[in-house]
């Protein structure tokens, strides 16, 4: 188990170490922070004055070693529009972000789990082909998309819910379905589709054949192995949390990490961006670490071969 552990944890350092590195370079060859920043008519002094002050005028290798550094010893850096530390910054906006991607992780897995289980225990049956009907129509309308048609319907045109902001819990109502349909869509088509391999199996047929019950089949043999490849999908959509709300909190104008995240984009506020970036990179592989560890737990053949 040591071992495992220390195996992922060394990817996972270089992972993270390679997003840093990618979002570094990247950031500096989009364009000049100082020419955004500034106003256009400030004279070449003060944007001169400003590089320097912000280590803009060192070379590239030098500025990446001492950003490298500082993230070591816990620096993130500094907003170049405000002064305040990135992370600070960054904090504030995530449990505005949780609050929307919390229950939509909870209503993918509420929903397309067990729309996945049924499809597949009643397959080629007229439910099945609707869950899956709504599935493909799920995960194949973009987000923003979703998002705008709903904000047409639900606030526009029935007046039943708010179009965007943060005032209240009704607010949350439209970025939540929109953030949770296409996961759950998702979801159920490959829960679906890991039931039909299981059930297929010839464990499944000894089983029924030995005259256990079916839904006893299906609870303690189905259901434990088709989890696997299902769990790989939920810890993809964990670890992808904070990414997801991105369209969504643009589309909504809601104050999240998504939407300082587009702002600090376009403003070229490289400590902010490059912060949340860190951030996101950690959420996946936290989660990839979270869901090998889970298959040991959940196939007892890869629990052996962990511990060995």
């Known amino acids: 188990m040591l071992r495992f ?19 570094f370079i990247v950031l500096r060859m989009s364009g000049d922070p100082a020419l955004l920043i500034m106003s256009a008519d400030a ?6 004055a400003f590089r320097k002050a912000w280590g803009l005028d060192e070379p590239l290798w030098n500025q990446y070693l001492s950003y490298f550094g500082a993230i070591l010893h816990g620096d993130l850096g500094q907003s170049m529009r405000d002064g305040r530390p990135a992370i600070q910054l ?12 919390v229950p939509a992780l909870i209503m993918k897995i509420g929903i397309g789990i067990p729309a996945g289980i ?24 973009p987000s923003f998309v979703l998002g705008l048609l709903l904000v047409l319907v639900f606030a526009v045109q029935l007046g039943w819910l708010p179009s ?34 299981v059930l297929g199996q010839p464990y499944i ?15 303690h043999h189905a259901l434990p ?24 909190e643009s589309v909504f104008s809601w104050p999240g990490v998504g939407r300082l995240l587009v702002v600090a984009v ?43």
């Not at 960054?90 to 929307?100: K, N, S």
């Open 5 to 23: 552990l220390s195996i992922r944890l060394l990817r996972a350092a270089l992972t993270i170490g390679l997003v840093v590195t990618f979002a």
């Open 43 to 48: 004279p070449p002094e003060a944007v001169a």
């Open 90 to 101: 960054v904090a504030e906006r995530i449990p505005a972000t949780l609050a929307l991607t």
């Open 118 to 141: 049924f499809a597949a225990l009643h397959r080629n049956s007229f439910l099945d082909r609707a869950v899956m009907i709504t599935a493909v129509a799920g995960f194949t309308v």
């Open 164 to 197: 965007g902001g943060q005032e209240g819990w009704r607010h949350a109502i439209l970025p939540i379905i929109t953030m949770g349909a296409g996961g759950a869509a998702v979801l159920a088509r490959f829960t679906r589709s890991a039931m039909l391999e």
């Open 205 to 219: 047929r000894t089983a029924s054949a030995k005259g256990v019950s079916w839904r006893a089949v299906v609870r």
């Open 225 to 248: 192995n088709a989890a696997i490849p299902t769990v790989t999908i939920v810890g993809f959509m964990v670890g992808s949390l904070l990414a997801g709300a991105v369209v969504v």
């Open 266 to 308: 376009a403003n070229r506020d490289l400590a902010v961006v490059q912060c949340i970036l860190l951030l996101v990179a950690a959420t996946m592989v936290t989660a990839n670490i979270v869901v090998d560890l889970l298959y040991g737990f959940l196939d007892p053949r890869l629990r052996s071969g962990v511990k060995a």
